[in-house]
């Protein structure tokens, strides 16, 4: 006689409930993968070696850290705040700190009708949903916040409005300072002061 087939045992995942051999492809692989390494190493032997690479780095990092640390106070003090400021994007290039400064510009559409673009406001703090409110009272015009080309945000008012707007922006909000607002003339950035 033939024997009888035994069930498969399957290991099921405690994070995503799929089975382990599927977790790669489930919802949140991130959160799953200290469980696939304690319960499945097998099943994912790439996942140990990272996570083996990881604590290495972890203790070769502290090791240097305490060796710097113990070597002298003032060395290792001025060297800390230089790593924060500069921020590093995939591929080694290096982000630049945007300029503080509310760039004005005014865009013909139509012939006769003009839309006045103010970028930039959100850098000193300031919220574009109230203040595309405030410049609409103000001026009796239609004002919305849209996504510009280089998909940061920007108000958009309707009319020409460039040269009243700087003595509104600057007694509206004073930590703008009008020396921070330029102009857009002729594909030219213009101070407004």
Do not use: H
């Not at 959160?31 to 319960?39: A, D, T, Y």
């Not at 000193?124 to 410049?135: C, I, R, T, Y």
């Not at 600057?170 to 020396?179: G, I």
Request: glycine share 8%; proline share 7%.
């Amino acid at each position: 006689m033939a024997e009888k087939p035994q069930p498969v045992r399957v290991l099921y995942c405690a994070i995503c409930s799929l089975p382990a051999e599927y977790c790669e492809f489930g919802p949140d692989f991130e959160k799953c993968k200290p469980w696939l390494i304690q319960n499945a190493p097998d099943l994912y032997p790439d996942l140990v070696k990272e996570a083996n690479a990881k604590e290495a780095d972890k203790v070769s990092e502290q090791l240097q850290s305490t060796s710097i640390s113990s070597g002298g106070g003032d060395g290792a003090a001025s060297s800390a705040p230089k790593q924060e400021e500069v921020k590093r994007l995939p591929g080694g290039k290096i982000k630049k700190k945007e300029k503080q400064e509310v760039v004005i510009e005014k865009v013909t559409r139509n012939k006769r009708k003009c839309i006045t673009t103010v970028k930039g406001l959100d850098l000193f703090g300031v919220k574009l949903s109230d203040a595309s409110k405030k410049l609409g009272k103000k001026f009796a015009t239609g004002a919305s916040v849209v996504k510009g080309p280089t998909e940061k945000e920007q108000i958009d008012v309707q009319g020409d409005i460039a040269y009243d707007i700087v003595e509104f922006i600057t007694d509206t909000w004073p930590d703008v300072p009008e020396t921070a607002i330029f102009f857009i003339e002729d594909g030219r950035k213009v101070p407004a002061a």
